[in-house]
């Protein structure tokens, strides 16, 4: 089923690709920058599903060989296999090329369409399932708006709980999609780490941003570059 539908994408770019079709790609992956169709696609003779370069077939190894220092000229957004997470020990970015079935933390096969279309072949995330190589709509190149965490309640959905976790495991979460309850004993607004309300401490990165006015999965965590250590600026 999956494998067929694949077969189809990858017919459709190779028509695509012969065809010279135009296709609109926002900048810096295209348009009026210098990275064209097959500075990340070739028709021949390559591996993985949908023609891309890479040694491996794999979008994060096409990914990752500009986004690393000198992989593209000038290039200040490096990322690297080193920096994914394993909670409770290392790792300061989100994870890829792990199952996106994880019983143990929490997280499931994405429901919406645009992130299941675009897990690996073998069930991975991948940086193609977040982030949409070809279009921009969605700063900063996301395949859904997060603006309220829809991308991230998609998969980690078990966790969109309002209700605090317990020990019997019941929920997943710290309370998530509630408001900051006013004088009620509460840091509110929450406290910088000088003691001041924040921004206090001139470090963004380390502000509780309510998302929507709630506490949501980002008030609390970063996608990429975020070490866990409040006195240290995160982030690209
Ligand atoms: C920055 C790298 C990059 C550039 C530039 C790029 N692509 Fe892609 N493209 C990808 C990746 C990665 C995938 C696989 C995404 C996935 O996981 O489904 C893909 C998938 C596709 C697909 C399969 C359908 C889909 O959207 O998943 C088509 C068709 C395609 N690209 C056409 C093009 C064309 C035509 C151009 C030039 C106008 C282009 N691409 C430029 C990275 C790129
Ligand atoms: C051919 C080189 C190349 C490849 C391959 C490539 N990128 Fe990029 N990408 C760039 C450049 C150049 C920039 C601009 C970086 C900067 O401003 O320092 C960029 C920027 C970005 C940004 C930030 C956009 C912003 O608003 O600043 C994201 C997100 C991104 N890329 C994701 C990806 C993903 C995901 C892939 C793999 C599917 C990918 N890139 C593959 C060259 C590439
Ligand atoms: C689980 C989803 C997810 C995965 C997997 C993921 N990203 Fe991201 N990425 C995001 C989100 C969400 C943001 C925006 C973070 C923010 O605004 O704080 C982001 C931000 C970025 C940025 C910074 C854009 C900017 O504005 O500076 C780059 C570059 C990037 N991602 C590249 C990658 C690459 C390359 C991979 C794979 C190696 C990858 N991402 C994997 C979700 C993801
Ligand atoms: C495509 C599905 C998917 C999306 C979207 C997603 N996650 Fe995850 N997340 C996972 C999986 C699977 C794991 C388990 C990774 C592993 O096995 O180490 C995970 C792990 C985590 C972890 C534990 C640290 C780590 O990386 O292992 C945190 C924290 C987390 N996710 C937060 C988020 C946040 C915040 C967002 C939104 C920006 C998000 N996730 C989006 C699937 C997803
Ligand atoms: C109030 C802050 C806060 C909020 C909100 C929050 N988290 Fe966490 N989360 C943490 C902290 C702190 C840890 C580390 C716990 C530990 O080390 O035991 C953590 C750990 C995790 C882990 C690692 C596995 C585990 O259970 O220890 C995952 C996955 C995760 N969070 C995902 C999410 C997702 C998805 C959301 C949104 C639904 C979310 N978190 C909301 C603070 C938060």
């Known amino acids: 089923m999956m494998r067929s539908k694949r077969l189809i994408l990858v ?22 920058g210098a990275i064209s169709c097959e500075q990340c696609h070739i028709a021949h003779n390559t591996l993985g599903e949908v023609l891309i370069d890479a040694t491996d077939g794999l979008v994060a190894t096409l990914c990752l060989s500009c986004h690393t220092p000198g992989g593209w000229v000038g290039m200040s957004k490096v990322l690297s296999a080193a920096e994914i997470a394993v909670p409770g020990s290392q790792g300061t970015s989100h994870a890829w090329g792990v199952p996106a079935l994880s019983p143990a933390l929490g997280a499931e096969a994405p429901q919406s ?8 072949g073998d069930g991975t995330i991948t940086c193609a399932t977040c982030h949409d190589p070809h279009s921009n709509s969605i700063p900063p190149f996301l395949r859904l708006d997060n603006s309220t965490n829809a991308l991230c309640l998609d998969c980690h959905r078990q966790r969109n709980t309002a209700s605090v976790r317990t020990y019997t495991g019941n929920d997943l979460s710290h309370p998530v999609g509630q408001a900051l309850a006013v004088g009620a004993g509460y840091h509110n607004p929450p406290l910088d780490v000088d003691g001041n309300p924040q921004p206090s401490d001139g470090n963004l990165t380390n502000d509780l941003v309510l998302v929507g ?3 949501q999965c980002t008030t609390c965590h970063g996608v990429h570059k975020t070490d866990s250590d409040s006195g240290t600026v995160d982030g690209f």
Do not use: F, K, M, S
């Open 213 to 215: 006015g709630a506490v």
């Open 113 to 120: 369409a645009i992130l299941l279309d675009h897990l690996a």
């Open 11 to 32: 017919v459709g770019l190779g028509a695509v690709l012969l065809g010279g079709t135009a296709r609109a790609l926002d900048d810096p992956h295209g348009a009026t």
